[in-house]
């Protein structure tokens, strides 16, 4: 039955090898097990709020909050779309987007995360291309910006494959313990260029109409 009142349910985003969509309180198990199985060596830190330092029950219920308040706060000034990505079936990791003013500033953010055992597969490539095609084809788009700490390599390198310009750094507490982020940005331009060259795989959308007044979209 499609969702009509939350027509952000039916969302889908389609990449040759994944699927994006929003994840229903079903699917929480399947992610918290992704997590529980581990994101990244315990001694080091890639995100800025360091929610996997919790443990248990306590990971758990923070990432429960995390999806609940996601949707519970949702409005079109300010939204953040934590997508569940899965591969064959099976989940291998999380692409969110958020936009803070969409309507008027047309810019969204990226974050993401594929668990330990799925990583160096090309899959935080693909799933990021997939919600930048979101954001830019589905929603209309002028800007996406991403960040990292500087000595994720990773999350550098996928920004940087994929077209995006390097936008400055900024320093932030990582632990408590002041580090040095890069910043990256995409423009509408740079994301037409991209795909022009080949650079990003063939990403489809389904379900995008019927969510574009609640993301400030329409
Ligand atoms: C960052 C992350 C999402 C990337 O996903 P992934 O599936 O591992 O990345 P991919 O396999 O798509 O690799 C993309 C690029 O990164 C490079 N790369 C992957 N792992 C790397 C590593 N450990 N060191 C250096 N480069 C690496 C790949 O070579 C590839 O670059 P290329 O296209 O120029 O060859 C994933 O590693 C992750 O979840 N890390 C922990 C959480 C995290 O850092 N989230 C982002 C916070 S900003």
Known sequence: MPNAVWPLFDLRIRTPRLELRLPTDD????????????IHPPDTMPFEIPWTDAEG???????????????????????????????????????GVKGTGFPALR??????????????????????????????????AEVARSGAWADN?????????????????????????PAEQVRFRMTREGWEDARADRRHPVVTLDGVGPCLA???AA
Request: no cysteine.
């Open 107 to 140: 810019e969204v953010e990226t974050g993401s995360w594929v668990g330990m055992a799925y990583q160096g597969q090309g899959i935080g490539k693909e799933m990021r291309a997939a919600v930048l095609h979101f954001a830019f084809a589905g929603l209309g």
């Open 27 to 38: 699917d929480f198990p399947a992610l918290l097990d992704v997590i529980h199985a581990g």
């Open 57 to 95: 029950d306590e990971l758990s219920r923070e990432s429960m909050r995390f999806w609940w308040r996601s949707r519970g706060e949702l409005t079109a000034e300010d939204w953040h779309l934590p997508f569940m990505v899965s591969m064959a079936g099976k989940v291998v990791g999380s692409q």
């Open 153 to 177: 390599a990773a999350s550098i390198a996928v920004s940087r494959a994929l077209g995006y310009e390097d936008d400055g750094t900024r320093r932030g507490l990582r632990r408590d313990v």
């Open 214 to 216: 609640l993301l400030g």
